[in-house]
């Protein structure tokens, strides 16, 4: 595709309810990155994946935050039982394979999160 | 641990005033830093990156080492050059790949 895209764009959930966001990376693009902006705050790291594989966990603010990228492409971050502080834009990122971390980040549009 | 700082949460200059954003951070290896910079309704991208020693739209920006600072700087600000940016650090060595950002910056260029 000409860019990474985030499905949905926006999701309305209530509280206890599971959520899953979706993120497609550029064809080709080997890194995958989650990160989560809360209103008025910077961007949050939560993981990335290099392939198939989650080197760094280490910004899952939960266990009730997994993530899972399949056939190096598709990547989905799912969010169980959430809370209302669970509600912020999900924004994902790809590079091209891994270097020395000097990779230009591609980002997606983001998911907004609201949970009532 | 990587952090980054950027101690402005809003700036506001005129029109063809220099203007300078703040950056500093904190890294105990060899930091590779950026620039990104996300217009109103458009998606977060890359401005400059340190290691292109580069200046895209008339911005530049300096690493130094001594201060741990990446101020990114314009001569004579335009309009179009209101937009939130953000300072962001990672390391230089092999598996290094976090990308950490600042708080952000909200630029406002005033007529």
């Known amino acids: 595709g000409a860019g990474v895209s985030q499905s949905p764009s926006n999701k309305v959930t209530e509280k206890g309810k599971d959520v899953e966001l979706r993120c497609d990376p550029i064809?080709?693009?080997?890194?995958l990155y989650w990160y989560r902006q809360r209103l008025g705050q910077g961007l949050e790291f939560l993981i990335y994946?290099?392939?198939?594989?989650?080197?760094?966990k280490s910004g899952l603010p939960s266990d009730r935050f997994s993530a899972e990228r399949t056939g190096e492409s598709v990547s989905t971050l799912t969010i169980q039982r959430t809370q209302q502080e669970d509600s912020a834009v999900y924004l994902c990122a790809s590079s091209l394979a891994a270097g020395t971390g000097n990779e230009k980040l591609f980002f997606g549009s983001g998911t907004q999160l609201s949970v009532l | 641990a990587q952090r980054v700082t950027q101690p402005e949460k809003l700036l506001s200059v005129f029109k063809g005033a220099p203007v300078e954003l703040k950056c500093n951070y904190s890294y105990s290896g060899s930091p590779e830093l950026f620039w990104y910079v996300q217009y109103s309704r458009q998606r977060l991208q890359l401005l400059l990156r340190h290691i292109s020693r580069e200046s895209i739209k008339g911005f530049t920006a300096d690493l130094n080492k001594g201060e741990t600072s990446f101020h990114l700087k314009k001569p004579f600000a335009q309009e179009e050059d209101s937009a939130m940016y953000y300072c962001?650090?990672?390391?230089?060595?092999?598996?290094?790949?976090?990308?950490?950002f600042g708080q952000g910056t909200r630029l406002t260029i005033n007529p």
């Open positions: 994946f290099q392939g198939n594989s989650a080197p760094d």
């Open positions: 064809s080709g693009h080997t890194a």
């Open positions: 962001a650090l990672t390391g230089s060595s092999q598996g290094a790949q976090k990308l950490v």
